[in-house]
T-cell receptor, first 115, second 115 residues
Framework: NAGVTQTPKFQVLKTGQSMTLQCAQD?????MSWYRQDPGMGLRLIHYSVGAGITDQGEVPNGYNVSRSTTEDFPLRLLSAAPSQTSVYFCASTPGSGRATDTQYFGPGTRLTVL | QKEVEQDPGPLSVPEGAIVSLNCTYSNSAFQYFMWYRQYSRKGPELLMYTYSSGNKEDGRFTAQVDKSSKYISLFIRDSQPSDSATYLC???????????????FGSGTRLSIRP
């Protein structure tokens, strides 16, 4: 199993550009989520999904869109990049019903810089 | 005031020392307390969790919760250079369906074990 994969590993954008961060998992997990990690802020939830076709907002959803057309893939779209979106982005998948105490399997992260 | 506070470190100790990592929190409704380990340039991984107050041991790691003081700790005995990582505490009100969306993370403490 590859686990959770994320592409790209690094990305530099200009303000106003759009892009999609890709996330895929091969563990057949229903629950998937996107976090951003900023210095001194910890991990903050952007969006999550409890299964194909179902998504919901997390703590910091503004400026991001998600969709979940398959169990395996959960892309994150930046609509119009802003410098405040410079961060490290992690995708995670969780087995079962996505309980807080279940093991979340994190991808390796995407380092995004917005100029 | 942040809901979860964690000293960012860095904390540097010699190999074999006992390490104490701590978090404080403000919301008495938190019931589940988790510790994640994050190696450099990697995603976090769940180390262990405890429910309510008390201790939980797993090998060289002991998690302790003091709800009366709103204070949690992670102790690492016989610390090894391979324990060098950032340790994030995390908390949740419940562990039911989709409750992974309700996890609040600390900002992490960077730990370095000197050989």
């Amino acid at each position: 199993n590859a686990g959770v994969t994320q592409t790209p590993k690094f990305q530099v954008l200009k303000t106003g550009q759009s892009m999609t961060l890709q996330c895929a998992q091969d563990m057949n997990h229903e629950y998937m989520s996107w976090y951003r990690q900023d210095p001194g802020m910890g991990l903050r939830l952007i969006h999550y999904s409890v299964g194909a076709g179902i998504t919901d907002q997390g703590e910091v959803p503004n400026g991001y869109n998600v969709s979940r057309s398959t169990t395996e893939d959960f892309p994150l779209r930046l609509l119009s990049a802003a410098p405040s979106q410079t961060s490290v982005y992690f995708c995670a998948s969780t087995p079962g019903s996505g309980r807080a105490t279940d093991t979340q399997y994190f991808g390796p992260g995407t380092r995004l810089t917005v100029l | 005031q942040k809901e979860v506070e964690q000293d960012p470190g860095p904390l540097s100790v010699p190999e074999g020392a006992i390490v104490s990592l701590n978090c404080t929190y403000s919301n008495s409704a938190f019931q589940y307390f988790m510790w994640y380990r994050q190696y450099s340039r990697k995603g976090p991984e769940l180390l262990m969790y405890t429910y309510s107050s008390g201790n939980k041991e797993d090998g060289r790691f002991t998690a302790q919760v003091d709800k009366s003081s709103k204070y949690i700790s992670l102790f690492i005995r016989d610390s090894q250079p391979s324990d060098s990582a950032t340790y994030l505490c995390a908390m949740s009100f419940d562990a039911g369906y989709s409750s992974a969306s309700k996890i609040i993370f600390g900002s992490g403490t960077r730990l370095s074990i000197r050989p």
